[in-house]
């Protein structure tokens, strides 16, 4: 059981540059995010859905873009890498939207835009 | 908006000694609370949750009791080892689809 599943694992872009993370669970969750990590802000949602073909924006979507077309993935795009996107990108997933389940997240993607 | 405040790090503490680390938040309603632990290098990990007032959660060792009436889920464990050396965050999840984070308490444990 692999759990949640991120790829690459490292990336360096150049501004202006535009990339695809992404992320499957094999647990049959119905929910999916996406979060950053920046030092001393803890981890800030991007984007998340509550189930195939549907999409909502978090706190910062801007400059990010998400589809969910199937269960298990929820691939994360990049439209123009900016510096300001340098980060840790975490992946999670859930069996309900309706809390009290906890998440399951993948081990990161660490993205460098130079 | 529902938010969630922990004590600022890092911590730094002697092996076996006791461990609190704060956490307050803010919400409408009755969220659920969680304390997740991050080891170096790794993803995030549920380290225990509780879901009603009065609820304590516990797991290897560590313990926080969900308080409604201070608004508080504070994280606690006896005795420290250098393996629990990770940045800790508390979480809420409220009706609507999201998982809200604190900043992150970074804990070093000393030999």
């Known amino acids: 059981n692999a759990g949640v599943t991120q790829t690459p694992k490292f990336q360096v872009l150049k501004t202006g540059q535009s990339m695809t993370l992404q992320c499957a669970q094999d647990?049959?969750?119905?929910?999916m995010s996406w979060y950053r990590q920046d030092p001393g802000m803890g981890l800030r949602l991007i984007h998340y859905?509550?189930?195939?073909?549907?999409?909502d924006q978090g706190e910062v979507p801007n400059g990010y873009n998400v589809s969910r077309s199937t269960t298990e993935d929820f691939p994360l795009r990049l439209l123009s890498a900016a510096p300001s996107q340098t980060s840790v990108y975490f992946c999670?997933?859930?069996?309900?939207?309706?809390?009290?389940?906890?998440?399951?997240f993948g081990s990161g993607t660490r993205l460098t835009v130079v | 908006g529902d938010s969630v405040t922990q004590m600022e790090g890092p911590v730094t503490l002697s092996e076996e000694a006791f461990l609190t680390i704060n956490c307050t938040y803010t919400?409408?309603?009755?969220?659920?609370l969680f304390w997740y632990v991050q080891y170096p290098g790794e993803g995030l990990q549920l380290l225990l949750k509780?879901?009603?007032?009065?609820d304590k959660g516990s797991n290897k060792g560590f313990e926080a009791t969900y308080r409604k009436e201070t608004t508080s889920f504070h994280l606690e464990k006896g005795s420290v080892q250098v393996s629990d050396s990770a940045v800790y965050f508390c979480?809420?999840?409220?009706?609507?689809?999201?998982?809200?984070f604190g900043q992150g308490t970074e804990l070093s444990v000393k030999p």
């Open positions: 979480a809420l999840y409220n009706q609507g689809g999201k998982l809200i």
């Open positions: 509780a879901t009603k007032a009065d």
């Open positions: 647990m049959n969750h119905e929910y």
């Open positions: 859905s509550v189930g195939a073909g549907i999409t």
């Open positions: 919400a409408t309603g009755y969220p659920s």
């Open positions: 999670a997933s859930s069996y309900s939207w309706e809390g009290g389940y906890g998440y399951t």
